[in-house]
């Protein structure tokens, strides 16, 4: 009975451990005044310090940062701070900058966490404007042994159905490149001899159901994959969906586009699009990872 007892002790403590712990983080967290919204060169590896005790925090896209945190950049090196009072703060080197006070993130700040996975080492911010080039397979050095990918295609990729545009970039391949659409019945849109690695396919019909999106290149490369338009999108957290503020609808925009391995990122780019359009810093960069950044595969 008494070796029972204690046991029963040692759980209820260690639960109340865990418990404590994910409060304090999450309230912790609560306490950013701001979200990296970029940095440059992509190269580079810059950290904040937090005090009391010089915690080194990375710069990456998505960094939550507290009034406060002091940051030591070299020349040429900018990092840009979102703000949760709805301003951009530019870091620029050389010299240490600061992290002013502004209004908490509050509970939003934890929805920007899944950001940085829609950034690889290789197609960062910076990193994806080398990418966009026209990739001419009769020059020095081709592409021509590159493989084709759409990376907001995520396997199993899912729309809410309507009219609607799609905008898709890749990689890889040669130009000139052809862009396909089709139902089962018939092809619904196209374009053709596309000498970048991007376009906009303006008011597609996509009723409820199952499409193939088809990428071809001059070197006869392609890249095929299926879109299902569904009804829905999966329904935003009542305590997010609320939020009408930019940060807030950038959070919810990163909530959908962490849904079902990556499968909604063409929604989450289409509720970006009005602020990428007004020039916010923090949209126009996750627009920029959702088009080209890693590609999430299930299992992943």
């Avoid at 899944?114 to 081709?142: E, K, Q, V, Y």
């Avoid at 929604?267 to 602020?275: A, T």
């Avoid at 126009?284 to 890693?294: A, N, V, Y």
Wanted: contains cysteine; proline residues 7%; glycine residues 10%.
């Amino acid at each position: 009975m008494k070796y029972t007892r204690t046991l029963i002790n040692v759980i209820s403590f260690t639960l109340l451990v865990i418990m404590t712990s994910n409060a304090t983080s999450a309230t912790t967290t609560e306490r950013g005044v701001g979200i990296v919204a970029n940095y440059r060169p992509a190269a580079g590896r810059f950290n904040f310090s937090r005090m009391p005790g010089n915690e080194i925090i990375p710069v990456r896209i998505g960094t939550v940062v507290y009034a406060g945190d002091s940051i030591t950049l070299p020349p040429g090196a900018t990092v840009i701070v979102h703000l949760a009072d709805e301003t951009a703060r530019n870091f620029d080197g050389p010299g240490t900058l600061t992290v002013p006070p502004a209004r908490p993130l509050g509970k939003i700040a934890n929805f920007f966490r899944s950001i940085p996975a829609l950034f690889d080492n290789t197609h960062r911010l910076s990193g994806t404007a080398a990418s966009r080039g026209t990739g001419d397979c009769s020059s020095a050095g081709s592409k021509q042994d590159s493989p084709l990918v759409i990376p907001m295609l995520a396997s199993g990729a899912q729309i809410t159905a309507g009219v609607r545009d799609l905008p898709l970039a890749w990689r890889g391949g040669c130009a000139p490149y052809h862009v396909t659409v089709a139902s089962s019945q018939r092809v619904i849109a196209h374009r053709v001899a596309l000498t970048g690695q991007q376009t906009r396919l303006d008011k597609v019909a996509l009723p409820v159901g199952h499409y193939t999106i088809t990428l071809a290149d001059a070197a006869h490369r392609r890249f095929e994959t299926t879109l299902e338009a569904r009804q829905h999108a999966p329904v935003i957290p009542a305590g997010l969906a609320g939020d009408r503020s930019p940060l807030g609808i950038i959070a919810q925009a990163v909530w959908l586009a962490d849904q079902d391995q990556g499968s909604w990122r063409l929604d989450s780019f289409e509720q970006l699009r009005p602020l990428i359009r007004a020039g916010d810093p923090l949209a126009g960069t996750i627009g920029d990872g959702l088009l080209w950044g890693h590609r999430q595969l299930p299992g992943e």
